[in-house]
């Protein structure tokens, strides 16, 4: 009942009347920017508020409950503390007050790591402070803590581990000895230089690797890579680094420092870097003698020695390494070569120079072959030889040079003089190098001049001389006769020769030449030549009749026309023709002949020719008879021109042939049992020893009958005459 009664009553209370006021137990300031304040609770109060007074200002501040603190106040300031409870009735009148200082404020540091293992701490003057008192310790708990209290307004902690996070805390005390604010900072030390440093070069990049071991605490690095006034960085935070764009022919010293938040670390020692040397230039190409390249340059920085690269168009290469600034080189005709230069050092290889294309002079052509087309002309040929674009030849002696430039392989070389000496040279020509002149002539002589024939004379029989005008010397002449009969020659060294045995009733075209070891001249103009025509070798004479003689023979080469004469004491008998026969006529029989025979030309060369003797035949009979004989025969009977001649009776008819022939000195012969009934021709001719009967006697038929012993009458028959006995 009590209890109901009077929370009512409490509940009017406060919500009309204002709290009672607080007491205050306890104030105290811990941080020098504010008091706290403890104190009894009041019943009813809702709020509490603190108020803080200097003097000059106070601060009041609204908590709910205790402890409560007043914070933004000033450091070593005597305040004076008072506590009011406030509820929905107002406010409690100030408690009574406290009066309490505030702290000093903590020393503001500045922080930084001198080297790798020290950190400097300064701060500036605190207000009221007799001291201060600076801590450090490793920020991951290793090691111990080092501590120091002083007066003054910086300190150093060193012998620190390089590259290490450290915790600091520093805070002042008064005169009493009371410390005031702390404040902590956290500082790393710088780190330590890098170590192991190496530099890779890349002659063909021109650029550089920097590695080294990484550095405790180090965040980054930079690389300094410096060369006079030149200077190149690389940042990085791994360990290692690519410097590019460097250049060659330098000397360049690299040092690597570590950092991180703290600063930077000692450059480490500079290492020294050179690079390749400079590609050569000045390059200078000479063929200072056919066959031999002289390659030079100038010298480069830092190049230690050089090498030469010679590569010609085949694909053959060949290099010469030397410490000079000159090579020589074995060299080819009519070959490009591609030339570069090359300096090296420790480093490598300097970058490609200019790569420079040298032509030598085209080959010259070797074993030209010269051949005489005539005493003033000669034609030179040649193999193709490499890098010529152009040939020339030249010929020079006599009175004057004789060219002729193409790009065959072959010259003709005309208007020569002849039986003259000359050097010949076959020359090559390119675009690129012009000509070779270092090529070798060839000594040649022209061949002989044509001789002149002056004269040609019948000496004899087929021998024929001829002369002309020598106009070489140590020549040799050869004269020829040409024909269809066949070649005649003769040979000479001086101004005439003779023709033996020339064919009769040939033409002929007489030229000459000289010869000599240079050559044979062209033959000189023709002179034409006709022998005297040849004699029949057959010549034939037969007998016609008594008093005409047939001649006949074989063709003379070369004759025209014939005169054939038969001579004897008795008369001539001669017959011109152009014909191979001829009939003499007044031929007297039983006579001995000469016989000779004419053969001549068309333009009027005779040739007399001579043969044996010819015997015209003996003279037929004359009064031919037959008389019957008792016994069947028959007796033929002739006179005869001349006793001595022997006489052959031939009968023939129809039922047999029958002959007889007289002991020597008779002008008769009998023929025994001839058939009686046929008609017979009869033939006396004369008798030789060297030939057959003589064909030409007269021919008389007679008819024998069977029947009478007396001659019968002739009877004409035509153109003979036949009688009946």
């Given at each position: 009942?009590?209890?109901?009664?009077?929370?009512?009553?409490?509940?009017?209370?406060?919500?009309?009347?204002?709290?009672?006021?607080?007491?205050?137990?306890?104030?105290?300031?811990?941080?020098?920017?504010?008091?706290?304040?403890?104190?009894?609770?009041?019943?009813?109060?809702?709020?509490?508020?603190?108020?803080?007074?200097?003097?000059?200002?106070?601060?009041?501040?609204?908590?709910?409950?205790?402890?409560?603190?007043?914070?933004?106040?000033?450091?070593?300031?005597?305040?004076?503390?008072?506590?009011?409870?406030?509820?929905?009735?107002?406010?409690?009148?100030?408690?009574?007050?406290?009066?309490?200082?505030?702290?000093?404020?903590?020393?503001?540091?500045?922080?930084?790591?001198?080297?790798?293992?020290?950190?400097?701490?300064?701060?500036?003057?605190?207000?009221?402070?007799?001291?201060?008192?600076?801590?450090?310790?490793?920020?991951?708990?290793?090691?111990?803590?080092?501590?120091?209290?002083?007066?003054?307004?910086?300190?150093?902690?060193?012998?620190?581990?390089?590259?290490?996070?450290?915790?600091?805390?520093?805070?002042?005390?008064?005169?009493?000895?009371?410390?005031?604010?702390?404040?902590?900072?956290?500082?790393?030390?710088?780190?330590?230089?890098?170590?192991?440093?190496?530099?890779?070069?890349?002659?063909?990049?021109?650029?550089?690797?920097?590695?080294?071991?990484?550095?405790?605490?180090?965040?980054?690095?930079?690389?300094?890579?410096?060369?006079?006034?030149?200077?190149?960085?690389?940042?990085?935070?791994?360990?290692?680094?690519?410097?590019?764009?460097?250049?060659?022919?330098?000397?360049?010293?690299?040092?690597?420092?570590?950092?991180?938040?703290?600063?930077?670390?000692?450059?480490?020692?500079?290492?020294?870097?050179?690079?390749?040397?400079?590609?050569?230039?000045?390059?200078?190409?000479?063929?200072?003698?056919?066959?031999?390249?002289?390659?030079?340059?100038?010298?480069?920085?830092?190049?230690?020695?050089?090498?030469?690269?010679?590569?010609?168009?085949?694909?053959?290469?060949?290099?010469?390494?030397?410490?000079?600034?000159?090579?020589?080189?074995?060299?080819?005709?009519?070959?490009?070569?591609?030339?570069?230069?090359?300096?090296?050092?420790?480093?490598?290889?300097?970058?490609?120079?200019?790569?420079?294309?040298?032509?030598?002079?085209?080959?010259?052509?070797?074993?030209?072959?010269?051949?005489?087309?005539?005493?003033?002309?000669?034609?030179?040929?040649?193999?193709?030889?490499?890098?010529?674009?152009?040939?020339?030849?030249?010929?020079?002696?006599?009175?004057?040079?004789?060219?002729?430039?193409?790009?065959?392989?072959?010259?003709?070389?005309?208007?020569?003089?002849?039986?003259?000496?000359?050097?010949?040279?076959?020359?090559?020509?390119?675009?690129?190098?012009?000509?070779?002149?270092?090529?070798?002539?060839?000594?040649?002589?022209?061949?002989?001049?044509?001789?002149?024939?002056?004269?040609?004379?019948?000496?004899?029989?087929?021998?024929?001389?001829?002369?002309?005008?020598?106009?070489?010397?140590?020549?040799?002449?050869?004269?020829?006769?040409?024909?269809?009969?066949?070649?005649w020659h003769c040979t000479s060294t001086r101004n005439s020769c003779t023709l033996m045995d020339l064919p009769c009733g040939s033409a002929f075209s007489?030229?000459?030449?000289?010869?000599?070891?240079?050559?044979?001249?062209?033959?000189?103009?023709?002179?034409?030549?006709?022998?005297?025509?040849?004699?029949?070798?057959?010549?034939?004479?037969?007998?016609?009749?008594?008093?005409?003689?047939?001649?006949?023979?074989?063709?003379?080469?070369?004759?025209?026309?014939?005169?054939?004469?038969?001579?004897?004491?008795?008369?001539?008998?001669?017959?011109?023709?152009?014909?191979?026969?001829?009939?003499?006529?007044?031929?007297?029989?039983?006579?001995?002949?000469?016989?000779?025979?004419?053969?001549?030309?068309?333009?009027?060369?005779?040739?007399?020719?001579?043969?044996?003797?010819?015997?015209?035949?003996?003279?037929?009979?004359?009064?031919?008879?037959?008389?019957?004989?008792?016994?069947?025969?028959?007796?033929?009977?002739?006179?005869?021109?001349?006793?001595?001649?022997?006489?052959?009776?031939?009968?023939?008819?129809?039922?047999?042939?029958?002959?007889?022939?007289?002991?020597?000195?008779?002008?008769?012969?009998?023929?025994?049992?001839?058939?009686?009934?046929?008609?017979?021709?009869?033939?006396?001719?004369?008798?030789?020893?060297?030939?057959?009967?003589?064909?030409?006697?007269?021919?008389?038929?007679?008819?024998?009958?069977?029947?009478?012993?007396?001659?019968?009458?002739?009877?004409?028959?035509?153109?003979?005459?036949?009688?009946?006995?």
């Amino acid at each position: 009942m009590r209890g109901k009664i009077l929370f009512p009553q409490r509940q009017i209370s406060s919500a009309n009347t204002a709290p009672d006021i607080p007491v205050i137990d306890r104030a105290y300031s811990k941080l020098s920017n504010s008091i706290t304040v403890e104190w009894r609770a009041v019943l009813g109060a809702t709020n509490y508020m603190l108020t803080a007074e200097d003097g000059d200002s106070f601060i009041e501040t609204t908590v709910k409950n205790s402890p409560g603190t007043v914070t933004g106040l000033k450091p070593a300031t005597l305040y004076r503390i008072t506590v009011r409870s406030i509820n929905s009735g107002g406010k409690s009148q100030p408690s009574p007050f406290r009066k309490v200082k505030t702290v000093l404020a903590a020393p503001i540091l500045s922080v930084h790591s001198p080297s790798c293992d020290s950190i400097a701490v300064s701060w500036k003057a605190v207000h009221m402070a007799a001291g201060f008192s600076v801590s450090l310790m490793r920020s991951d708990g290793l090691g111990r803590m080092l501590k120091q209290n002083t007066t003054n307004t910086s300190l150093i902690f060193t012998n620190l581990d390089p590259g290490t996070l450290y915790t600091i805390k520093a805070y002042a005390w008064n005169a009493n000895g009371m410390p005031g604010d702390d404040f902590t900072y956290n500082q790393r030390t710088s780190p330590d230089a890098p170590v192991d440093v190496k530099v890779a070069f890349n002659s063909g990049a021109l650029r550089a690797v920097v590695s080294w071991m990484p550095t405790e605490g180090a965040l980054t690095y930079s690389v300094t890579v410096f060369s006079g006034l030149l200077k190149l960085k690389c940042n990085t935070s791994s360990a290692s680094c690519i410097v590019p764009s460097l250049q060659c022919g330098s000397e360049y010293y690299v040092s690597v420092t570590a950092y991180n938040d703290a600063g930077s670390s000692e450059p480490t020692d500079a290492v020294s870097l050179k690079t390749v040397p400079c590609a050569p230039v000045n390059i200078s190409i000479e063929e200072d003698e056919p066959g031999h390249l002289l390659v030079s340059w100038s010298s480069v920085s830092l190049g230690h020695y050089y090498v030469v690269f010679v590569k010609s168009d085949d694909g053959l290469e060949v290099h010469c390494n030397t410490s000079y600034t000159q090579c020589h080189f074995q060299s080819d005709c009519g070959f490009t070569y591609f030339i570069s230069v090359f300096a090296y050092n420790k480093a490598g290889q300097s970058p490609l120079g200019d790569v420079f294309n040298y032509t030598t002079a085209p080959c010259c052509p070797s074993d030209f072959r010269v051949v005489f087309m005539s005493s003033d002309t000669v034609r030179v040929t040649w193999a193709p030889v490499r890098g010529a674009d152009l040939y020339e030849t030249r010929a020079a002696g006599g009175s004057g040079v004789v060219l002729c430039r193409d790009t065959a392989t072959a010259c003709t070389l005309s208007a020569l003089q002849c039986s003259t000496p000359y050097n010949i040279t076959v020359y090559s020509f390119s675009e690129a190098r012009g000509s070779n002149t270092s090529c070798a002539p060839q000594h040649v002589a022209t061949a002989p001049c044509s001789p002149e024939i002056k004269n040609i004379s019948k000496e004899g029989l087929s021998v024929i001389s001829v002369q002309w005008q020598p106009n070489n010397e140590e020549a040799t002449y050869v004269v020829t006769a040409r024909g269809e009969a066949g070649l005649w020659h003769c040979t000479s060294t001086r101004n005439s020769c003779t023709l033996m045995d020339l064919p009769c009733g040939s033409a002929f075209s007489v030229s000459a030449i000289a010869r000599s070891p240079a050559g044979q001249s062209l033959p000189s103009y023709s002179i034409p030549l006709e022998t005297a025509p040849c004699c029949p070798n057959d010549l034939i004479l037969a007998q016609v009749t008594q008093s005409v003689t047939s001649i006949s023979w074989s063709v003379g080469r070369g004759a025209q026309t014939y005169v054939t004469t038969l001579e004897s004491p008795k008369g001539q008998a001669k017959c011109h023709t152009l014909q191979t026969y001829c009939l003499l006529g007044c031929i007297t029989c039983g006579t001995n002949y000469t016989v000779s025979l004419r053969a001549i030309s068309e333009t009027g060369l005779t040739s007399s020719c001579t043969y044996q003797g010819y015997s015209s035949s003996a003279c037929c009979p004359s009064g031919v008879k037959l008389y019957r004989l008792s016994n069947k025969g028959i007796r033929v009977f002739w006179r005869a021109s001349d006793e001595t001649i022997n006489y052959n009776a031939d009968l023939r008819g129809s039922k047999g042939n029958f002959s007889c022939t007289p002991s020597s000195g008779l002008s008769h012969c009998d023929i025994t049992k001839i058939p009686c009934g046929d008609v017979y021709t009869v033939v006396v001719a004369p008798v030789t020893d060297k030939g057959p009967k003589v064909t030409f006697c007269p021919k008389k038929i007679y008819s024998v009958t069977c029947s009478g012993s007396s001659v019968g009458m002739v009877i004409s028959r035509g153109k003979s005459n036949v009688k009946h006995i």
